[in-house]
């Protein structure tokens, strides 16, 4: 399948690795490594439809998109990030 969507995160140009982890891929926070384009993180991926969450982890470190104002709580109090996807019309 083709990407449907781009994550993308800015800044952290000191880390050594960047993930994303969602309930996209059951939240491994090693599978889905992202690429660095300049001054942000990159992954393209084909997500399912409907409401996606998800995380970054940044050097072993958690933490909702900071460019994204979309999120909810969690059972660990620390948030998930969200994105739709919806159907191409």
Same mark, same amino acid.
């Given at each position: 399948?083709? *990407?449907?969507?781009? &994550?993308? $995160?800015? !800044?952290?140009?000191?880390?050594?690795?960047?993930?994303?982890? !969602? =309930? &996209?891929?059951?939240? =491994? *926070?090693?599978?889905? $490594?992202?690429?660095?384009? %300049?001054?942000?993180?990159? &992954?393209?991926?084909? $997500? *399912? $439809? %409907?409401?996606?969450?998800?995380? &970054?982890?940044? =050097? %072993?470190?958690?933490?909702?998109?900071?460019?994204?104002?979309?999120?909810?709580?969690?059972?660990?109090?620390? !948030?998930?990030?969200?994105?739709?996807?919806?159907?191409?019309?």
């Amino acid at each position: 399948m083709s *990407p449907n969507y781009t &994550f993308r $995160l800015k !800044g952290h140009e000191k880390a050594k690795a960047v993930y994303v982890a !969602g =309930d &996209f891929n059951n939240w =491994d *926070p090693k599978a889905l $490594l992202m690429r660095r384009e %300049g001054n942000e993180w990159v &992954f393209d991926v084909h $997500l *399912p $439809l %409907g409401k996606n969450r998800y995380k &970054f982890v940044v =050097d %072993g470190e958690w933490i909702i998109d900071p460019a994204n104002k979309l999120w909810e709580q969690n059972e660990h109090n620390t !948030g998930n990030s969200i994105i739709w996807i919806e159907a191409n019309r």
